[in-house]
């Protein structure tokens, strides 16, 4: 029997309740299909930060990466000042592990009510390949005459060619293997390129002539598309159908993913991965540890158990993965009333103890 070993980090706020459920379905799952989950859990957070001052240290992200994958809550507390848990867990693990793609599919569950007038799971169906350990997100900058009337302030959007290339690589697979055509969906595969080279100049450039001549290469059979950002945000309300595969830098994809998570129900639904093909894993729900509700088992945990379903799926567990789903889907056309907070006529647990089931039919 194939065993994985997953390293689980609840992390903060409502981040515990929802992993929770995602062990709890991963592991209905494990039972059904015939493999082992072999789970450690880790305190990283909050807790172990405001107890000892310990944010992920080196030995720590060592031993991470001597899973098999890695299932995450939400990390973030607003005991803690902005940026301290971030950086020194969340954003250390992406980097550390170097996962360098951060997959974050936006597709509307049937029975979900859809905030744009007249679009449904047809129309809401595409991924975003997020960039992960670059960009914006690398801090490079600092501060001059701080705290004075002449004080600057920089921070530099980096990106070099390696960490490009090897990004759109992955999308231009990811939109051969997984995109419309290769769905039955349409008559194209299609990746769409997100930047904003009429003002970003030097670094969207390099994305843009990486994007097309790595596409006339080696990816002439996936259709090429490209949209400034801000275009981008109005299509995805005007015409989401018109989008397939997206691929952007790290910061740009940040944003995006947030508003396609509220055209997909919010963000109790929306799953994603921060993925190292060629390494360590991590998946995650791509909403934050929602203080607010913490401790109330309200807060909705498909997104957390569908990103549990992206690890069985990248581990090879494709029937697993499926099961897990098509019983969220079954869940969201006939038992949920609402993917927000308190509103989906179940509590936490029910709501994993009855997709749980499900997947054990
Ligand atoms: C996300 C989050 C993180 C990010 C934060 C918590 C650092 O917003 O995963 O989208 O900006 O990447
Ligand atoms: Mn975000």
Redesign the pocket.
């Known amino acids: 029997m194939a065993k994985y070993n997953i390293a689980v980090i609840p992390g903060d706020g409502t981040g515990p309740e929802v992993t929770r459920e995602a062990v709890k379905v991963a592991k209905a799952a494990a039972e059904k299909f015939g493999f082992e989950l072999a789970l450690t859990e880790y305190d990283f957070g909050a807790t172990r930060y405001l107890k000892t001052g310990e944010t992920l240290s080196d030995e720590s992200l060592e031993e991470l990466g001597g899973y098999d994958s890695i299932l995450l809550g939400a ?2 507390d607003p005991k803690v000042a902005p940026g301290i848990l ?1 950086k020194g867990v ?2 250390k693990a992406r980097f550390g592990l170097d996962q360098y793609i951060n997959l974050r599919p936006v597709k509307l569950y049937p029975g979900v009510s859809c905030p744009i007038t007249g679009k449904g799971p047809d129309e809401i169906d595409y991924t975003v390949v997020r960039e992960n350990v670059g960009g914006l997100y690398t801090g490079t900058g600092g501060f001059t005459m701080k705290g004075t009337q002449h004080e600057v302030a920089v921070q530099s959007c980096v990106y070099s060619r390696y960490q490009v290339e090897r990004c759109l690589r992955y999308a231009f697979e990811y939109a051969r293997k997984y995109g419309k055509k290769a769905r039955g969906k349409g008559e194209n595969n299609t990746l769409a390129l997100v930047g904003k080279t009429n003002v970003l100049t030097y670094v969207f450039d390099l994305w843009e002539r990486a994007f097309n001549e790595i596409g006339d290469a080696d990816y002439p059979d996936v259709k090429r598309e490209y949209y400034h950002v801000d275009a981008v945000c109005l299509y995805m309300i005007q015409s989401p159908e018109m989008f397939d595969v997206m691929v952007t830098s790290n910061m740009f994809g ?1 944003i995006v ?1 947030d508003l396609g998570a509220i055209t997909q129900g919010g963000l109790g639904i929306a799953a994603g991965g921060n993925i190292n093909p060629e390494g360590v894993s991590m998946f ?1 729900p ?1 909403g ?1 540890t929602a203080p607010s509700f913490t401790g109330q088992n309200v807060i909705n945990p498909l997104a957390a158990i569908c990103s549990g379903a992206m690890m069985l799926r990248s581990l090879g567990e494709d029937e697993a993965a499926t099961a897990i789903e098509d019983a969220v889907k079954w869940g969201t056309a006939n038992k949920f009333k609402s993917m927000a907070a308190g509103e989906m006529g179940y509590g936490t647990d029910e709501v994993g103890d009855m997709i749980a089931a499900k997947v054990s039919e």
């Open positions: 990390i973030g971030e969340l954003l940040d993913t995650e791509i934050g």
